[in-house]
Protein backbone atom coordinates (compact mmCIF):
# COMPACT_ATOMS: atom_id res chain seq x y z
CA UNK A 1 0.00 0.00 0.00
CA UNK A 2 0.88 3.91 -0.17
CA UNK A 3 3.32 4.85 2.91
CA UNK A 4 5.24 8.26 3.44
CA UNK A 5 8.25 8.19 5.24
CA UNK A 6 9.55 11.05 6.56
CA UNK A 7 12.78 12.25 9.09
CA UNK A 8 12.52 12.07 12.85
CA UNK A 9 12.75 14.84 15.07
CA UNK A 10 12.74 17.10 16.49
CA UNK A 11 15.01 19.16 14.51
CA UNK A 12 16.40 21.72 16.53
CA UNK A 13 17.90 24.82 14.55
CA UNK A 14 18.79 28.54 15.15
CA UNK A 15 16.83 31.37 13.52
CA UNK A 16 17.87 31.87 9.96
CA UNK A 17 19.67 28.68 9.51
CA UNK A 18 18.62 26.65 6.53
CA UNK A 19 16.14 24.06 7.17
CA UNK A 20 15.68 20.80 5.06
CA UNK A 21 12.68 18.14 6.48
CA UNK A 22 13.29 14.66 4.31
CA UNK A 23 9.97 13.36 2.21
CA UNK A 24 10.10 9.88 0.65
CA UNK A 25 7.04 7.76 -0.51
CA UNK A 26 5.80 4.66 -1.76
CA UNK A 27 2.69 4.81 -4.17
CA UNK A 28 1.76 3.49 -7.73
CA UNK A 29 1.23 5.91 -10.40
CA UNK A 30 1.73 9.35 -9.74
CA UNK A 31 0.13 10.52 -6.47
CA UNK A 32 -0.32 14.43 -5.57
CA UNK A 33 2.19 15.36 -2.60
CA UNK A 34 1.73 17.37 0.11
CA UNK A 35 3.68 19.98 2.68
CA UNK A 36 0.74 20.42 5.84
CA UNK A 37 1.79 22.18 8.89
CA UNK A 38 0.74 21.98 12.00
CA UNK A 39 1.59 24.96 15.02
CA UNK A 40 0.82 24.14 18.73
CA UNK A 41 -2.89 24.04 19.33
CA UNK A 42 -4.09 24.05 15.89
CA UNK A 43 -4.92 21.85 13.17
CA UNK A 44 -3.34 20.98 9.85
CA UNK A 45 -3.23 23.82 7.36
CA UNK A 46 -1.75 23.57 3.93
CA UNK A 47 1.76 24.76 3.71
CA UNK A 48 2.11 23.88 0.24
CA UNK A 49 1.52 20.83 -3.20
CA UNK A 50 2.87 19.28 -6.27
CA UNK A 51 0.67 17.16 -8.52
CA UNK A 52 3.41 15.93 -11.32
CA UNK A 53 7.05 15.38 -11.60
CA UNK A 54 9.34 18.06 -11.21
CA UNK A 55 6.73 20.90 -9.93
CA UNK A 56 8.36 22.63 -6.86
CA UNK A 57 5.64 23.63 -4.54
CA UNK A 58 6.37 27.04 -2.96
CA UNK A 59 4.93 28.99 -0.03
CA UNK A 60 6.11 31.56 2.75
CA UNK A 61 9.63 30.76 1.95
CA UNK A 62 9.18 27.33 1.95
CA UNK A 63 9.97 24.93 -0.97
CA UNK A 64 9.68 20.96 -2.04
CA UNK A 65 10.23 19.45 -5.47
CA UNK A 66 8.15 16.67 -6.72
CA UNK A 67 10.95 14.14 -7.61
CA UNK A 68 10.08 10.93 -9.51
CA UNK A 69 12.94 9.14 -10.01
CA UNK A 70 13.90 9.30 -6.47
CA UNK A 71 10.53 9.71 -5.15
CA UNK A 72 11.10 12.45 -2.56
CA UNK A 73 9.60 15.99 -1.93
CA UNK A 74 12.13 17.16 0.47
CA UNK A 75 10.68 20.25 2.37
CA UNK A 76 13.89 23.35 2.14
CA UNK A 77 13.69 26.64 3.62
CA UNK A 78 16.78 29.34 3.28
CA UNK A 79 15.97 31.27 6.00
CA UNK A 80 13.91 29.87 9.72
CA UNK A 81 12.01 32.03 11.85
CA UNK A 82 11.17 31.04 15.69
CA UNK A 83 7.26 31.75 13.96
CA UNK A 84 8.44 28.42 11.71
CA UNK A 85 8.54 26.59 15.09
CA UNK A 86 5.25 23.53 14.47
CA UNK A 87 4.90 19.74 13.49
CA UNK A 88 5.19 19.08 9.47
CA UNK A 89 3.58 16.54 7.66
CA UNK A 90 4.30 15.13 4.07
CA UNK A 91 1.37 13.46 2.62
CA UNK A 92 0.78 11.91 -0.64
CA UNK A 93 -3.20 11.63 -2.60
CA UNK A 94 -3.68 9.33 -4.92
CA UNK A 95 -7.21 8.33 -6.77
CA UNK A 96 -8.41 11.55 -5.12
CA UNK A 97 -9.57 10.36 -2.08
CA UNK A 98 -7.74 9.73 1.04
CA UNK A 99 -4.63 11.14 1.72
CA UNK A 100 -1.49 9.30 3.61
CA UNK A 101 0.72 10.91 5.99
CA UNK A 102 3.88 10.95 7.08
CA UNK A 103 5.21 10.43 10.79
CA UNK A 104 5.35 14.45 11.18
CA UNK A 105 8.90 15.83 11.80
CA UNK A 106 8.55 18.61 14.98
CA UNK A 107 11.10 21.96 14.19
CA UNK A 108 11.97 24.07 16.98
CA UNK A 109 14.05 27.57 16.05
CA UNK A 110 15.77 29.22 18.93
CA UNK A 111 16.21 33.15 18.40
CA UNK B 1 -15.33 30.91 3.28
CA UNK B 2 -14.87 30.78 6.91
CA UNK B 3 -13.15 27.10 6.88
CA UNK B 4 -13.77 23.88 8.16
CA UNK B 5 -15.17 24.15 11.86
CA UNK B 6 -15.33 21.13 14.42
CA UNK B 7 -17.50 21.04 17.60
CA UNK B 8 -16.72 20.35 19.99
CA UNK B 9 -12.70 21.10 20.66
CA UNK B 10 -11.74 19.40 23.95
CA UNK B 11 -14.50 16.48 25.03
CA UNK B 12 -13.22 14.35 28.08
CA UNK B 13 -15.63 11.36 28.85
CA UNK B 14 -15.73 8.32 30.73
CA UNK B 15 -14.95 4.67 29.30
CA UNK B 16 -18.29 3.51 28.12
CA UNK B 17 -20.33 6.66 27.25
CA UNK B 18 -21.41 7.50 24.00
CA UNK B 19 -19.80 10.66 22.32
CA UNK B 20 -20.57 12.80 18.83
CA UNK B 21 -18.50 15.46 17.35
CA UNK B 22 -19.92 17.35 14.85
CA UNK B 23 -18.02 18.85 11.41
CA UNK B 24 -19.30 21.88 9.06
CA UNK B 25 -17.17 21.81 6.12
CA UNK B 26 -16.81 24.74 3.54
CA UNK B 27 -19.74 25.58 2.18
CA UNK B 28 -19.23 24.42 -1.63
CA UNK B 29 -17.03 21.58 -1.04
CA UNK B 30 -19.44 18.40 -1.58
CA UNK B 31 -16.43 15.75 -0.36
CA UNK B 32 -16.07 15.74 3.91
CA UNK B 33 -13.01 12.92 5.83
CA UNK B 34 -12.66 12.17 8.65
CA UNK B 35 -8.99 11.24 10.37
CA UNK B 36 -7.71 10.60 13.31
CA UNK B 37 -4.45 11.66 14.78
CA UNK B 38 -2.87 10.01 18.43
CA UNK B 39 -0.19 11.74 19.79
CA UNK B 40 3.54 11.98 17.75
CA UNK B 41 1.87 10.32 14.59
CA UNK B 42 0.31 11.35 11.61
CA UNK B 43 -3.36 11.62 10.65
CA UNK B 44 -4.65 8.41 9.43
CA UNK B 45 -7.63 7.96 7.19
CA UNK B 46 -11.32 7.09 9.24
CA UNK B 47 -13.82 7.81 6.08
CA UNK B 48 -15.01 10.06 3.21
CA UNK B 49 -18.50 11.71 1.76
CA UNK B 50 -19.45 12.44 -1.37
CA UNK B 51 -22.24 14.75 -0.45
CA UNK B 52 -24.02 12.55 1.28
CA UNK B 53 -22.74 9.17 0.41
CA UNK B 54 -20.16 7.64 2.35
CA UNK B 55 -17.65 5.80 -0.12
CA UNK B 56 -14.91 4.44 2.19
CA UNK B 57 -13.95 3.24 5.41
CA UNK B 58 -11.41 2.07 6.69
CA UNK B 59 -10.47 -0.99 8.58
CA UNK B 60 -9.67 1.24 11.57
CA UNK B 61 -13.27 2.40 11.98
CA UNK B 62 -14.63 -0.48 14.01
CA UNK B 63 -18.44 -1.02 13.89
CA UNK B 64 -18.50 1.34 17.53
CA UNK B 65 -17.82 4.17 15.52
CA UNK B 66 -20.21 5.12 12.57
CA UNK B 67 -20.32 8.61 10.26
CA UNK B 68 -23.02 10.25 8.84
CA UNK B 69 -23.28 12.77 6.35
CA UNK B 70 -27.24 13.01 5.97
CA UNK B 71 -27.58 16.64 3.97
CA UNK B 72 -24.81 16.56 2.61
CA UNK B 73 -23.61 19.10 4.12
CA UNK B 74 -22.48 19.41 8.06
CA UNK B 75 -21.24 15.69 9.22
CA UNK B 76 -21.43 13.70 12.27
CA UNK B 77 -18.50 11.14 14.04
CA UNK B 78 -20.22 9.01 16.97
CA UNK B 79 -17.92 6.72 19.05
CA UNK B 80 -20.34 4.42 21.25
CA UNK B 81 -18.90 2.84 24.35
CA UNK B 82 -15.76 4.71 24.02
CA UNK B 83 -12.62 2.84 25.03
CA UNK B 84 -9.56 4.23 26.32
CA UNK B 85 -7.53 3.66 23.21
CA UNK B 86 -10.35 6.11 21.90
CA UNK B 87 -8.33 8.70 23.03
CA UNK B 88 -7.17 10.82 19.67
CA UNK B 89 -7.44 14.13 17.97
CA UNK B 90 -10.07 13.94 15.59
CA UNK B 91 -9.99 15.74 12.24
CA UNK B 92 -12.36 16.45 9.73
CA UNK B 93 -11.40 17.84 6.02
CA UNK B 94 -12.90 19.08 3.17
CA UNK B 95 -12.56 19.36 -0.58
CA UNK B 96 -14.16 19.73 -3.59
CA UNK B 97 -13.77 17.02 -6.42
CA UNK B 98 -13.14 17.81 -9.82
CA UNK B 99 -10.71 20.77 -9.17
CA UNK B 100 -6.98 20.65 -10.27
CA UNK B 101 -6.40 18.89 -6.99
CA UNK B 102 -8.28 17.60 -4.57
CA UNK B 103 -6.75 19.21 -1.82
CA UNK B 104 -8.32 18.88 1.43
CA UNK B 105 -9.13 21.56 3.85
CA UNK B 106 -8.45 20.84 7.48
CA UNK B 107 -10.67 22.04 10.63
CA UNK B 108 -9.32 22.59 14.18
CA UNK B 109 -9.88 19.31 15.62
CA UNK B 110 -11.90 17.87 18.60
CA UNK B 111 -9.34 16.35 21.59
CA UNK B 112 -11.09 13.35 22.68
CA UNK B 113 -9.70 11.84 26.01
CA UNK B 114 -11.67 8.89 27.42
CA UNK B 115 -10.75 8.38 31.12
Known amino acids: GDSVTQMEGPVTLSEEAFLTINCTYT??????LFWYVQYPGEGLQLLLK?????DKGSNKGFEATYRKETTSFHLEKGSVQVSDSAVYFC??????????FGGGTRVLVKP | DTGVSQNPRHKITKRGQNVTFRCDPISEHNRLYWYRQTLGQGPEFLTYFQNEAQLEKSRLLSDRFSAERPKGSFSTLEIQRTEQGDSAMYLCASSLSGGSTDTQYFGPGTRLTVL
Open chain 1, 50 to 54: ATKAD
Open chain 1, 91 to 100: ALLRGGNKLT
Open chain 1, 27 to 32: ATGYPS
